[in-house]
């Protein structure tokens, strides 16, 4: 059995490997990478009744791998380059190969990966921290899931500047409901719900748009993007990006277990 460990920014995650399997998940939340390696496998440990001598070993990696310098309870312990992570688990929980992946995390990075190897493409620091810090400091409010809700009643019209609201003609394919400016209107009457989803809209626009970006720079053009990481799960963001599709052409896949992808790719790893 392998462990695979992936410390993030905010969550670690941690997944069980046996024979190119995946038979364990768990996530946990730490301040420190020490304190969140050693707690995400304590808790797959004792929470799945792994016995210790059934693990062969450790793989680690994210934000917070670098930190760990030592085997982790004296299990063999290894560590993995992040993008190799990510394209190795893209690649195994979609079943494709030669992709874009983008996996959004605390911020977001693109990825292409194939047969030609794993390669960072680029990315950006706009990503779900973006929402926290936004909306701490505009609505006050610090826990995502209450942003969530919040932005289920929010009407974009109310912060952001559409097309429909500089011109009474449509621009090449795009329409009047189209965002010409993100935060460009802020009318006196928005809403902390118009707030809270125009912060969703803005990022996730962002990141469907270099989404978009980077499948066409890729040889031969591709049209399919595989959406990663803890980000890949909010649903007004699927939205955003379906609408994104919608107008590109460009199709967001969203695997099961999405934002275990990093840890996965990790056990995975030779």
Do not use: W
């Not at 791998?65 to 690649?91: L, Q």
């Not at 950006?124 to 809700?149: M, N």
């Not at 500047?161 to 090449?172: C, F, P, R, Y």
Request: aromatic share 6%.
């Amino acid at each position: 059995m392998i462990i695979g460990i992936d410390i993030g920014s905010t969550t670690t995650k941690a997944v069980s490997i046996e024979d190119g399997k995946v038979t364990r998940m768990i996530r946990a939340r730490a301040q420190d990478a020490i304190t969140a390696a050693t707690g995400a496998f304590g808790k797959i440990v004792l929470e799945n009744s792994i016995k210790i001598n059934t693990i062969e070993k450790i793989k680690i990696t994210g934000a917070g791998a670098s930190k760990i310098k030592d085997d982790i309870f004296g299990i063999p312990t290894g560590r993995v380059n992040e993008i190799e992570a990510i394209g190795i688990g893209g690649m195994f929980l979609s079943g494709m190969s030669n992709i874009i992946i983008t996996n959004i995390g605390t911020g977001t990075v693109i990825i292409e990966a194939g047969e030609r190897g794993i390669f960072h493409f680029g990315g950006s620091g706009v990503g779900g921290g973006t929402i926290l810090g936004l909306a701490k400091k505009l609505l006050p409010i610090a826990e995502f899931s209450d942003i969530l809700e919040l932005a289920k009643e929010g009407k974009l019209n109310q912060v952001d500047l559409l097309l429909g609201d500089i011109t009474d003609t449509s621009i090449s394919f795009l329409s009047g409901e189209n965002t010409a400016s993100n935060f460009g209107k802020m009318l006196d009457t928005a809403s902390h719900s118009d707030i809270a989803l125009a912060i969703i809209n803005m990022v996730y626009q962002v990141i469907g748009m270099l989404s978009v970006f980077a499948a066409r720079a890729k040889e031969c053009g591709a049209r399919r993007v595989i959406v990663t990481g803890n980000g890949s799960k909010n649903m007004i963001g699927r939205k955003i990006l379906s609408d994104i599709s919608a107008l590109y052409g460009i199709e967001f896949i969203y695997p099961e277990r999405a934002e275990y992808t990093t840890a996965i790719g990790a056990g995975l790893s030779v």
